[in-house]
């Protein structure tokens, strides 16, 4: 789990708040994985961030390296417009293992959902594929982990989300406390009127 909560006074004032946690149950056989993410930040007066998303990953190694997944991603972003989304995708995986690094990249059927505060705007509803791809290095005494996801619509596949993180994940004096820096980007190829299509956040958080 991670916390951040900064504020700044004076010319301009700021005020932000990010939380995070990952949970992991792992066997030789399975992967199971439930996130969620918080983030809101306040720069006089305009709000520049306010989303919200929680998921669940479920991974299964059914035949050497390659495994079937099935996951699910809900939440909001009220400066996109966006009051609820929800991505739900199965498929088949293969991860490659080299000493302490692992790939593993991801092919699969998707359903993206997505309501829309504005009530002229329709809510988008659309079936498609899902590529993913994660790579995981573990240094001698940090870690390296990067994520992308890439959620393309069957009608158009100009009609896509993408999203990605990567960070750098280093212990501290106490094992049990971990820094970690990085940054973090959410693309939507077709946002509302007045909206960037494009959102990246670097963050350093414990």
Known sequence: AAVDIYGKSGNSSQLGTALSA????QTAKDKLQF???????????????????VGIDYSNN???KKSWYVRNESG???????DLYNVAAAGIGKFIKEDKRTLTGRAGLSFRYEGYKNTTREDTKSAGLHFGLSHEWELENSKLVSRF??????EDFGDCTITS????????SNPKWKL???LSSDYNSK??????ELDTSYFTRL
């Open 22 to 25: 990952r949970s992991t149950l």
């Open 35 to 53: 996130y969620t993410n918080y983030n809101r930040q306040k720069s006089d007066d305009v709000l520049s961030a306010d989303q919200f998303k």
């Open 62 to 64: 059914f035949s050497g």
């Open 76 to 82: 909001f972003n009220r400066v996109k417009d966006i």
């Open 149 to 154: 996801s890439f959620v393309p619509a069957f």
């Open 165 to 172: 993180e990567s960070y750098y994940e280093l212990p501290l």
């Open 180 to 182: 970690r820096i990085g």
């Open 191 to 196: 946002p509302g009127v007045g909206i960037e």
